[in-house]
């Protein structure tokens, strides 16, 4: 019995410290990997434009996501409310149902959502069940 309290202590101080890593944008999110721009990619220089051919307007700009925006600091009450979420959230689903190890239907799909709120919550079981 404490080793399963021990892998819920460990697994909850995990769950925690990548929320916190992933709110203060020390950690891309997998959904925000296409949205930044890599620092390491040097950046193509444009290239000289025709005088012969008309400018072509540019697009409307469209606002941008703040979440994927590095710009956008979380505040450490935000960060505080995320990560005491995220430690609620994985602490039931460990406490009211067995450890993954025990039960392979451990849904976990809420947390999942939880941690990625933008993107689309994946059911794997069903998919596991359906193939």
Avoid: H, W
């Amino acid at each position: 019995m404490t080793t399963k309290r021990t892998l819920l202590r460990l697994s909850v101080a995990l769950a925690m410290v990548l929320t916190l890593l992933a709110s203060t944008n020390a950690i891309p999110i997998p959904g925000e990997l296409t949205a930044r721009a890599d620092p390491a990619t040097p950046a193509t220089p444009a290239t000289p434009a025709d005088p012969a051919t008309p400018a072509t307007p540019a697009p409307p700009a469209t606002p941008a996501d703040p979440a994927a925006d590095p710009s956008v600091v979380l505040t450490p009450e935000e960060i505080k409310k995320k990560a005491v979420a995220t430690f609620n959230c994985y602490k039931k689903a460990f406490t009211d149902f067995p450890l993954p190890s025990d039960d392979p239907k451990l849904d976990t799909t809420t947390c999942s959502a939880l941690l990625n709120p933008t993107e689309p919550v994946v059911d794997y079981q069903k998919q596991a069940d359906e193939a």
